[in-house]
């Protein structure tokens, strides 16, 4: 029995794809670019299943809709699946796959890294370092903002929000706080001390930190704009390790010009790769390009899973990580 044909849309981790190639007759990307439309199309075309990333073009339906489309599935390797029409999926038959679960501690890392970086300072010190223009401790020298107790406000409570506050109020003593219209259980909420509120607004507004956690796109597109940006503290400060379009980057780029809030931590943006100028040459924000789950383990294991759901599909079974 022939093997299904796979392409792989980028290059992933050496362990992963020697694992698509025991299971699959596959195609991989191995100068890792940027596959364009036309060559998304082909693979359409040309292979039973395709596995995209987030850094591909959107998969909409002019690329699922080509005429003599063999492809029956996507298994996406990310956790979000923004990258993909999901609607224009269902419409062509599409099944679409995501891989949860497996990044969620790396990202929580993530989160919390942002979070100490921009409220301590540490990028700007780094560079004051590196750049052989520190000049000694003196006792106002860069003074910063203290994390240990202070309130925490999650926009989202999903596995990954939940990595976040287990770290941030059982490390750091943090209170915590959150809005998710699918709240978990109450024995989570419970574990974390956590005060539940009904909208986004009730949480900033009281938060020292906000942490985004919720999907990109749709409604939340945007979500975090200038006038809710307005209701947060003057020293609070947002973090987000969730998609790139749930901030208006324009927004807080003069909020924080203005001192409508004191900094910000962001791995993600709006148009990846580009970053908005502005927030460059910013002191009071700390910049990661996409590193989420940027570690060998967890992109290994975000390939195997893509891999299961690919595999489980042309077994004739559920897959196990199934959004369309």
């Known amino acids: 029995m022939n093997k299904p044909k796979v392409i792989i849309t980028r290059k992933w981790p050496e362990a992963a794809e020697a694992k698509a190639k025991e299971l699959f007759d596959v195609q991989l990307n191995e100068d890792d670019h940027k596959m364009s439309v036309s060559e998304l199309q082909d693979a359409m075309r040309n292979a039973d299943a395709v596995c995209p990333t987030v850094s591909d073009f959107q998969i909409t339906s002019e690329i699922l809709g080509v005429a003599n489309r063999k492809c029956k599935m996507l298994g996406n390797f990310g956790v979000g699946f923004n990258?993909?029409?999901?609607?224009?999926?269902?419409?062509?038959?599409?099944?679409?796959?995501?891989t949860p679960g497996v990044l969620t501690d790396c990202t929580a890392d993530i989160a919390m890294t942002l979070l100490l970086m921009v409220a301590r300072r540490a990028g700007e010190g780094e560079r004051l370092v590196r750049n052989k223009k520190w000049d000694g401790w003196r006792p106002t020298h860069m003074l910063s903002t203290k994390v240990t107790g202070k309130k925490l406000g999650f926009v989202g409570f999903g596995r990954i929000a939940q990595a976040v506050a287990q770290r941030a109020h059982f490390g750091f003593g943090m209170e915590l706080s959150f809005y998710d219209p699918y709240p978990p259980s109450t024995e989570v909420i419970k574990k974390f001390n956590a005060k539940q509120y009904n909208s986004v607004e009730e949480v900033i507004k009281t938060a020292d930190f906000v942490t985004l956690h919720c999907p990109g796109g749709g409604s939340n597109t945007n979500l975090m704009n200038a006038e809710r940006l307005g209701m947060m503290k003057k020293t609070a400060f947002l973090i987000n390790t969730a998609r790139g379009d749930v901030v208006d980057e324009p927004a807080l780029v003069k909020a924080l010009q203005t001192?409508?809030?004191?900094?910000?931590g962001l791995d993600v943006f709006a148009k990846e790769p580009t970053v908005t100028e502005a927030l460059l040459s910013m002191e009071n924000v700390v910049l990661f390009p996409h590193l989420g789950s940027a570690t060998t383990e967890t992109r290994v294991a975000m390939g195997l899973c893509a891999l299961e759901n690919v595999q489980a599909f042309f077994d004739g079974k559920e897959p196990p990580n199934r959004v369309a």
């Open 259 to 264: 001192g409508v809030i004191a900094g910000a």
């Open 83 to 98: 990258n993909i029409d999901t609607n224009a999926a269902k419409k062509a038959g599409v099944v679409v796959t995501n």
